[in-house]
């Protein structure tokens, strides 16, 4: 913006991310190629005004991103909160790997009665496999790279705007748009428009 003889300050950038970031993600979300049908899902730690909250993250078997959730608590109700969400924007999954937590694991037996109440024959595969989760694990090293620095946020509202344009940002780089052969500033003004 300098080079342009544009002033500004942090702060207003700051309010731009905040106030346009999720407008872009919720695009990014309809507009992405579809992914497949195995998932990995963990959750990441991010801390919000001195608080640990949890950053909600599903990747398919090729690391695409699935979805991606902040939540302030890392219970049965934010976990089924995140899988319901990342169903309706990319479908049901034929499995999902995920920890040890009992959180996630109730999460994923509620949507597999809600499926089974909805009258669907069709359950999803809940596996338990520690190191089938390395590729979200590994997944995360992007997002806390960025966030590292920045020592926290100030509010949650301005946390989940952050993350996700930082998380937009990294499924452009991943190259999950139909238009991935285009530089990835014109991809993100295609979002953005």
């Known amino acids: 913006m300098a080079e342009r003889g544009v002033s500004l300050d942090h702060a207003r950038l700051n309010r731009w991310v905040v106030r346009y ?12 190629q579809s992914v497949a049908g195995s998932w990995r899902r963990d959750e ?11 950053l909600y993250r599903a990747i398919d078997k090729y690391g695409n991103t699935v979805d991606f959730m902040l939540s302030e608590h890392r219970d049965e109700v934010a976990a089924t909160a995140f899988f319901k969400q990342a169903i309706d924007h990319n479908g049901l ?11 996630n694991n109730a999460g994923l037996e ?3 009665i809600l499926i089974f109440l909805s009258g669907l024959l069709y359950f999803i595969d809940i596996l338990k496999v520690k190191y089938l989760n390395n590729i979200v694990e590994q997944d995360h090293r992007f997002i806390k790279k ?24 990294y499924m452009i780089r991943k ?14 003004i295609a979002l953005a428009v």
Request: hydrophobic residues 40%.
């Open 21 to 32: 970031s999720p407008l872009i993600a919720s695009e990014a979300k309809k507009r992405k």
């Open 44 to 54: 990441a730690y991010i801390k919000v005004k001195g608080q640990w909250t949890y």
């Open 93 to 103: 999954p034929g499995k999902v790997v995920i920890d040890k937590s009992g959180a």
């Open 110 to 112: 509620n949507i597999n």
């Open 146 to 169: 960025i966030t590292k620095p920045m020592m926290g946020f100030k509010a949650f509202h301005s946390a989940s705007a952050t993350l996700a344009g930082i998380e937009t940002a």
């Open 175 to 188: 190259g999950q748009f139909a238009n991935n052969q285009l530089p990835a500033h014109h991809q993100f």
